[in-house]
Nanobody
Framework: VQLVESGGGSVQAGGSLRLSCAAS????????MGWFRQAPGKGREGVAR???????TYADSVRGRFTISKDTAKNTLYLQMNSLKPEDTAMYYC?????????????????WGQGTQVTVSS
């Protein structure tokens, strides 16, 4: 299983970015995928996840600003991030696990990408 993120960068507060995560190697069509982030000196935080039947969950800190989506045909996960704030600055990671059920706890996920940096300046 391989997960490859892209789309990070530097933006000013109020701006937008779209992260992508290309997945390969899954044998099941139903699996959970999520986005997590980790700022320097902090633990890994669940941002959003989409489960094996397409239901979405968001952290309170990003609800209404971020949107997670999955293109099953392309095996690609996206995170559209709007109205970005300096506190959104972090390394963002894509994660996945086979199965329908999952939450925003990083321990639930088996496979991880290498991360992509998002920096938001004020």
């Amino acid at each position: 299983v391989q997960l490859v993120e892209s789309g990070g960068g530097s933006v000013q507060a109020g701006g937008s970015l779209r992260l992508s995560c290309a997945a390969s190697g899954y044998t099941s069509s139903r699996y959970c995928m999520g986005w997590f982030r980790q700022a320097p000196g902090k633990g890994r935080e669940g941002v959003a996840r989409i489960n094996g039947i397409g239901w979405e969950t968001y952290a309170d800190s990003v609800r209404g600003r971020f949107t997670i989506s999955k293109d099953t045909a392309k095996n690609t996960l996206y995170l559209q991030m709007n109205s970005l704030k300096p506190e959104d600055t972090a390394m963002y990671y894509c994660a996945a696990r086979e199965g329908i059920r999952c939450g925003l706890d990083s321990h639930e996920y088996d496979d991880w990408g290498q991360g992509t940096q998002v920096t938001v300046s004020s």
